[in-house]
């Protein structure tokens, strides 16, 4: 439900830029068994980490000693993952998902599953919510690894691929992130502007003009709220939104009354979610930020899509709703045959 994300807000931290976090020994993030990070994650589901170590890997200690041992990694981790350490050459018998890994020779065959039969160290592997595994080999420093720490807490992987997240989260973060974007030569156009619209003004607008609308739903904390303002500024994005859209961005913890759909909606109090939503979100299951709301030119809901989106991923979902595509085809349909303008 929506008001599960009051815990998590009384205790967030500024996680953004967390490569600038002072760095110190030992690790401060909470280190959890397997079987323990499996009970916890069925009473409250969160990602698992699973760091693949062993005792004579140099790297594997020396990323204890700087990525694991950042103010902000650690906080972040402890706060939105459950994070494991396993020596892939320990002896200890364990039971995962149903199944007993033991170790009857150099290597543990808990090890010899999760990292696919590829073993390197040190290897992380995350664990989504719904079994989902992915495996990275090799040491991550501290820039390397944030990017793909959230990505992997956001479940963005369900939107995007990396490659494309990355590159956003980069843009998002130039000036920290100057060397890489020189090095890999990377170009995002963001010379787009969204001309964004108020709930006060929709009304008058679609007497004059009726056109779908658009509402981002971010809140301030959220990281995938803060990149996807590069998409947004993609001039392909930009253009087709101010052509065929009102966009409205909504903080889903403003302090405002709004007006919207001939009802009034107030604040519900500080760090709280608003009422309008609670009309707007899924309130079944607990709400993804950001979500984009689609809604028609009648004021009824079209669709809610949730998570990050990249400008190449949002240009096929926008054009599906705003050339009415939606009305005679499906999505999947659709996009096998979309050719995209973003170069």
């Known amino acids: 439900m929506i008001k ?3 815990v998590i807000f009384q205790i967030i931290f500024c996680f953004s830029n967390v490569f600038s976090q002072e760095i110190v020994s030992p690790s401060l993030v ?19 980490l699973i760091d693949f170590h062993t005792e ?9 000693k700087t990525t694991f ?6 906080n972040y981790l402890n706060t939105y993952f459950y994070p494991v350490r396993f020596d ?12 007993v890994y033991v170790n009857k020779g150099r290597t543990h065959n808990f090890a010899v599953k999760l990292l696919n039969g590829q073993l390197s160290y040190p290897s992380l592997v995350f664990i989504s919510k719904d079994g989902t595994r992915s495996v990275l080999p090799g040491y991550l420093n501290v820039k390397d690894f944030e990017p793909l720490m959230i990505f992997f807490a956001e479940e963005t992987f369900k939107s995007v691929i990396y490659q494309d997240y990355y590159q956003h989260f980069m843009f998002t973060y130039p000036s920290i992130y100057k060397e890489e974007i020189t090095k890999t030569k990377t170009n995002l156009d963001t010379s787009g502007k969204v001309l964004w619209q108020s709930f006060a003004n929709i009304s008058k607008l679609n007497t004059q003009k009726p056109k779908k609308l658009l509402i981002f739903c971010y809140t301030k904390w959220n990281s995938g709220s803060k990149i996807i303002e590069t998409t947004f500024k993609n001039p392909v994005v930009a253009r087709y939104l101010n052509e065929n859209f009102y966009s409205i961005r909504f903080d ?7 007006n919207a759909f001939g009802k009034t909606f107030v604040s519900a109090g500080k760090n709280a979610p608003h009422q309008l939503a609670y009309a707007l979100l899924n309130t079944q299951t607990e709400p993804t930020f950001p979500t984009l709301i689609f809604i028609d030119e009648n004021q009824q809901l079209l669709d809610r899509v949730p998570h990050f989106q990249s400008a190449k991923s949002l240009e096929p979902i926008l054009k599906f709703f705003g050339d009415n595509i939606y009305k005679t085809t499906s999505y999947v349909k659709f996009f096998e045959t979309f050719k995209s303008e973003i170069k």
């Open 4 to 6: 599960k994300i009051l």
């Open 88 to 99: 892939a050459e320990g002896r200890d018998t364990i039971k995962f998902n149903d199944t």
């Open 56 to 64: 004579w890997c140099g790297w594997c200690k020396h990323m204890m």
């Open 252 to 258: 889903v913890f403003s302090q405002d009354t709004i």
């Open 69 to 74: 041992a950042s103010q902000g990694i650690a």
């Open 30 to 48: 909470k280190w959890y068994n397997i079987e323990k990070a499996m009970e916890l994650s069925k009473k409250n589901p969160k990602p698992i």
